[in-house]
């Protein structure tokens, strides 16, 4: 009885310990966390039964993908630089287990064995996104959240309405989860599961822009014009450049918010090239990322190693003007940037490589997987170009969850289609 039941829980605990991750990334950093410990102990446990077992394994088609090739370089090239690095010990491990996020992709591929097993992950997905979408509404509306009663003093800021992480995570999460949604609309049920999909996918950028992450919307608006790209015939294909500007003039017209941010960054951006203003949000960037550039022209080709952007930084800025809480950044708040004081041009290289592994693998899916993956690949380079968006713990964890299940279910269907042949 008792190996029934071990043999029962063993079979579903790899897909299960990805929905329960999948299911996390709705909430704040800690259930995230957890989730990911879950998933790579139950990863491990599976890759040594089947070793032990000497069983075909799903995770083969893993050596099929130049993702899993560069994920290795990547990390292995992180974990290196510790022999250089001017970090102290603990900094540099930090920084690498962070990095440690960009193997979840093959690690979603190693425990989703089936098209039935992804699928569920995508609606685990989308319904606990839908339900994060529902609650930032009801924040707008009721100005609090559902779980406040009506005379609760809590003073809840409607105007960044975010039920359970930063403002900033959500809008990129959004968007990039709109996108998902319209091209998976007939990829993952019945013809009725379309028409959620298309009300998430709307009301998922409707919630992008009520948020004032302006990153999340730069993101969602490059999303649409890729989307649109691809729907027009090839001679109109120009008219794709028009679709986010006619989106941001819709969006300016029924909040008139999002312009006053548009126009704080400009006003903020001048300011710093003027008089090297740092106490702003634009300004507080810039003055990162100038800052970075110089570090990494010192040094351009390895880098000052894993986990050291911070000692470079508050070294190179001691005698300089900088923001009051600067000293305690991690990061400069853009991935490149970050990969190139950690481990120069080579670090870059790495980097693109990545991405640039994921989108090739992705051209033998089907057409609308293959969007959905470009899409999220698209949205994921955005993201690193304005934020440290796979450094970041919930957002990084996000995006390459999302990249890890388009993955799953281009693979997945390729299989079941070799199957009918």
Known sequence: MIAVVASRVFAVAPSLSVMLLVAALSFRTAPVSLAKILLFVV???FVLSLRVRGADSWAVDGRRLKLAYTTFACLVALFVSMFWTSADAEAAVSAWVKSTKMFLPLLILLCLRDEREVKAAWWVFFAFQAS????????????????????????????????????????????????????????LGPRWTRF????????????????PGRSGHIVALSLIGLTVLWALSPKLKFLALLAPAIVLCVVVAASPRTLERIELGVTEAKQFNVSGNVNSSIGERLHYWTTSTELIAARPLLGYGVGSWNKEYVRITTDRVAP???KGIRNPHQEFLLWGVQLGFVGVALLVAWFASIALDARQFDVATKRATWCAVAGAWMACMFNAAIFDALIGDYLVVVIGLCLALGIAQARASESTT
Not at 159 to 168: E, Q, R
Not at 196 to 211: E, Y
């Open 196 to 211: 959620f999909l298309i009300g998430l996918a709307i009301a998922g950028v409707s919630t992008c822009f009520l948020l």
């Open 132 to 187: 994060v979408v529902v609650l930032s509404w009801w924040i707008v509306i009721a100005g609090r959240p559902l779980w406040l009663g009506p005379n609760n003093p809590a003073n809840w800021p409607t105007n960044a309405p975010s039920p359970f992480t930063s403002y900033l995570d959500q809008a990129l999460m959004s968007g990039i989860t709109a996108s998902m949604a319209w091209h998976l609309r007939n990829q």
């Open 324 to 326: 009051a809480h600067s």
């Open 43 to 45: 990863s491990l446990g």
